[in-house]
């Protein structure tokens, strides 16, 4: 299914729902690997939750401070963009032989200027904190997405996506915890009306 954004379904921890992402439109899908998210996967079963997709569905790491061995060991054979959700430097970013998507705290008063120092594929506007399901500036994510390649992030849901789509004109959105049932379990309803409005 063609949807008029890219869309990444985040926090999977279950093969059905990744499969069911997949099926539903999902261009990407995110795994966390941060130890304190209540929707961190162990390496260990990265294999079976990112194999065999299909072409075109792209799978995210989400790391925060990992030093670059532990986001290269997780990485290989399981993940084709590092998602950076930390306070990593430009200087690492660069230094990852992988596409990489800087996660950025939009809140009142945060400066988009700094964001000239990345050379990152994308940048991704959260709350602040990912996976809170609070919402971020979509005022100011709206500039973001004039300059740069976004995706937005933050408090979305099958409720509020298409106003969020025509407020800010991301690339792509983000959604996790308003398609949960609780914390890393998606809800098939949830994700089938989610592409429904977007498709809409």
């Known amino acids: 299914m063609r949807t008029p954004v890219e869309v990444k379904i985040c926090g999977l921890t279950r093969r059905c729902d990744v499969e ?36 075109g569905v ?21 993940f084709d963009i590092i998602q950076l959700h930390g306070e990593e430097a430009p200087e690492f970013a660069a230094s990852l032989p992988y596409p ?31 996976g809170s399901g609070r919402r971020c500036d979509w005022s100011l994510a709206a500039q973001a997405a004039r300059r740069w390649r976004i995706m937005l992030a933050g408090g979305l849901s099958p409720e509020n996506i298409r106003e969020a789509i025509q407020t800010v004109h991301p690339v792509g959105v983000d959604l996790s915890s308003s398609l949960e049932t609780a914390p890393g379990i998606k809800s098939e309803e949830k994700m089938k009306t989610l592409f429904k409005e977007i498709v809409q």
């Open 20 to 55: 069911l992402a997949a099926e539903l439109g999902a261009g990407y899908v995110g795994f966390v690997l941060v130890p304190a998210s209540p929707r961190c996967v162990p390496v260990e079963r990265l294999r079976e939750l990112t194999g065999g997709l299909p072409a």
């Open 58 to 78: 792209k799978r995210v790491g989400v790391f925060a401070d990992a030093d670059r061995e532990t986001i290269l060991r997780a990485a290989e054979g399981n």
């Open 100 to 130: 990489v998507w800087k996660a950025v705290r939009a809140v009142a008063g945060t400066e988009l200027a700094p964001l000239a120092e990345w050379k990152v594929e994308r940048f991704l506007f959260d709350a602040a904190s990912g």
